[in-house]
């Protein structure tokens, strides 16, 4: 079936860095984007970027600037997300998802939704 | 503005109907998308693009627009439907996508 797996949970002090994993199956990876989400304890979502798993693109929000990096392994069918300069405030549940799409006739078209999501992974940054 | 605001919580009786709201300038341009989340989980997506489901979401789901606010509806609501609501959007204004800051539903 298709799902999003991603790598367990990280413990890391402040200045540190983190890479966090998500592996596709059951679908054509390059056809759909990954975005990676995060949400604070007991906050809501923010998004933090997007990569694109046809060419390598990426777009950031202008929050993590940066400090964060999104790769694409097309050899794997996996999508990484590393985070610099580690702070308590990047404590959070990160969440892998995937840009839905219409295809047509090999056309993929995005429809601005993310319609699956890995299970996330837990950051907590603590000294 | 790249903000999309919604009620912190709203309640409702078992069976009735509930509207959730979601206000921000970005959606004058852009249909809203809606995600539930219960505890502990990660996010499921319900409404995407003119009302439409994904497979395997009930048809009491459903969306609507009109000016900068975009509406989730659930006609009916269950139990099972209890939960956080968010809805999304592209914000041009700062080319990334935005999402709301939460509804928390009570069903009654």
């Known amino acids: 079936q298709v799902q999003l797996v991603q790598s367990g949970a990280e413990v890391k002090k402040p200045g540190a860095s983190v890479k966090v994993s998500c592996k596709a199956s059951g679908y054509t990876f390059s056809n759909y984007g990954i975005s990676w989400v995060r949400q604070a304890p007991g906050q809501g979502l923010e998004w933090m970027g997007w990569v694109s798993t046809a060419n390598g693109n990426t777009s950031y929000a202008q929050t993590l600037q940066g400090r964060v990096t999104m790769t694409a392994d097309t050899s794997t069918s996996t999508v990484y997300m590393e985070l610099r300069s580690l702070r308590s405030g990047d404590t959070a549940v990160y969440y892998c998802?995937?840009?839905?799409?219409?295809?047509?006739?090999?056309?993929?078209?995005?429809?601005?939704?993310?319609?699956?999501w890995g299970q996330g992974t837990m950051v907590t940054v603590s000294s | 503005s790249s903000e999309l605001t919604q009620d912190p919580a709203v309640s409702v009786a078992l069976g009735q109907t509930i509207r959730i709201t979601c206000q921000g300038d970005s959606l004058r341009n852009y249909y809203a998308t809606w995600y539930q989340q219960k505890p502990g989980q990660a996010p499921i997506l319900v409404i995407y693009g003119k009302n439409k489901r994904p497979s395997g979401i009930p048809d009491r789901f459903s969306g609507s627009s009109s000016g900068n606010t975009a509406s989730l509806t659930i006609t009916g609501a269950q139990a099972e439907d209890e939960a956080a609501y968010y809805c999304?959007?592209?914000?041009?204004?700062?080319?990334?996508?935005?999402f709301g800051t939460g509804t928390e539903v009570t069903v009654l």
């Open positions: 998802a995937r840009e839905g799409a219409n295809c047509v006739y090999g056309e993929c078209y995005p429809i601005d939704a993310f319609d699956i």
């Open positions: 999304q959007s592209w914000d041009t204004s700062v080319n990334h996508y935005v």
